[in-house]
């Protein structure tokens, strides 16, 4: 079991929506102390993210409309993993896909949930080293309104201290990084 898993015993399982990308539960549970309840959860395959450098030590990221927050914000490259696929195979695909580069070093960061109050979601973060620049990069999803952004590690903390809009998994991602990055 991943993460430290410790399950509550199951009492009665309604799925209220199977989704193109999660599914979102109500459970009635007996938790570990002995309490029962009803509990949500966004049902999640996860996510794989990629913290880009090129060899000049900018980080590649990409300022991305989001329709729940009704704007842009600053995250690294990140996709979904999709069923029996490896989370370093979703995040090569994805890091083309959104930015135009492919790393030939990779190295994982870790691995953390993303809003366990609600979902069961982890993220995979990797590190990618070894940028370079395709001359055609592979067409993005139809949906995503996308700006490749180059910052320093300077500038991106700087941004992040300053409330610029940064996802929670890109912060998180920097944190785990910052050692390779100085």
């Known amino acids: 079991m991943p993460l430290g898993r410790e399950l509550p015993q199951l009492l009665k399982q309604r799925l209220l929506y199977k989704g193109r990308k999660f599914d979102f ?3 009635r549970l007996r938790l570990p102390n002995n309490i029962e309840g009803e509990w949500e959860c966004v049902r999640h395959p996860g996510g794989a993210l990629a913290v880009p450098v090129t060899a000049e030590g900018k980080l590649v ?13 600053l995250e690294f490259p990140a996709g979904t993993v999709e069923r029996n696929e490896d989370p370093l195979e979703t995040v090569q695909r994805e890091i ?14 870790g691995e953390f949930f993303l809003a366990p109050g ?6 995979y973060a990797f590190l990618a080293r070894d940028l370079q620049k395709l001359e055609t990069p592979p067409p993005g999803d139809e949906d995503e309104d ?29 944190m785990l990084a910052r050692s390779f990055l100085i």
């Open 61 to 73: 990221l990409v300022r991305q409309y989001r329709f729940a927050i009704q704007g842009r914000i």
């Open 96 to 109: 083309e896909e959104e930015t135009g580069y492919s790393a030939q070093k990779w190295d994982k960061l």
């Open 25 to 27: 539960e109500v459970n």
């Open 146 to 174: 996308i700006e490749t952004v180059l910052l320093t590690p300077e500038e991106l903390e700087r941004a992040i201290l300053e409330g610029e809009t940064v996802d929670a998994k890109s912060i998180s991602s920097f």
């Open 118 to 123: 609600y979902s069961d979601e982890i993220i």
